[in-house]
């Protein structure tokens, strides 16, 4: 299993949300947007959302080490969950960014192998999985 830090790139490993904001909010965004402070809303919002998330960094780090969350990105083999599966172990997934169950890893499997599913971000599986582990995933 590997770990890997996140560092987002625009486009790349992205999620769409849906936020609703007051018409008052609104425009004073689109004014900053046309005053050149901002290239568009998103570019707006998105720097809104990381200067939030800078101010409570600290509290992000020791939430992460109090509740044992991998941090970035887990992506687990069809290979891993075997070999997990031969230990006569399960699993117990706790991300915070990204985690991602191979293609090739099937429903019985997954179910066979992993006990519990609490992502902070996003999943990443075939229908099939997540359908199989949906009473799994927190």
Same mark, same amino acid.
Do not use: C, W
């Given at each position: 299993?590997?770990?890997?830090?996140?560092? #987002?790139?625009?486009?790349?490993?992205?999620?769409?949300? !849906?936020?609703?904001?007051? @018409? @008052? +909010?609104?425009?004073?965004?689109? &004014?900053?947007? $046309? =005053?050149?402070?901002?290239?568009?809303?998103?570019?707006?919002? *998105? %720097?809104?959302? *990381?200067?939030?998330?800078?101010?409570?960094? +600290?509290?992000?780090?020791?939430?992460?080490?109090?509740? !044992?969350?991998?941090?970035?990105? $887990?992506?687990?083999? *069809?290979? +891993?969950?075997? /070999?997990? $599966?031969?230990?006569?172990?399960?699993? $117990?997934?706790?991300?915070?960014?990204? /985690?991602?169950?191979?293609? +090739? @890893?099937? #429903? =019985? &499997?997954? *179910?066979? %192998?992993?006990?519990?599913?609490?992502?902070?971000?996003?999943?990443? /599986?075939? #229908?099939? @999985?997540?359908?199989?582990? /949906?009473?799994?995933?927190?």
């Amino acid at each position: 299993m590997s770990v890997h830090e996140l560092k #987002p790139k625009p486009g790349d490993n992205t999620e769409k949300i !849906t936020i609703n904001l007051g @018409v @008052v +909010d609104l425009g004073q965004i689109d &004014l900053l947007v $046309q =005053e050149g402070f901002y290239s568009n809303r998103t570019d707006l919002i *998105r %720097t809104a959302i *990381r200067n939030q998330l800078a101010t409570h960094a +600290d509290v992000v780090k020791q939430t992460v080490a109090r509740k !044992t969350f991998v941090l970035g990105l $887990q992506h687990y083999t *069809r290979q +891993d969950l075997e /070999a997990v $599966q031969e230990a006569g172990q399960t699993l $117990q997934i706790q991300v915070l960014g990204l /985690a991602s169950i191979a293609d +090739d @890893v099937s #429903p =019985e &499997l997954a *179910r066979a %192998t992993i006990a519990s599913v609490v992502v902070l971000g996003a999943l990443h /599986a075939s #229908p099939a @999985v997540k359908a199989a582990l /949906a009473d799994r995933i927190r």
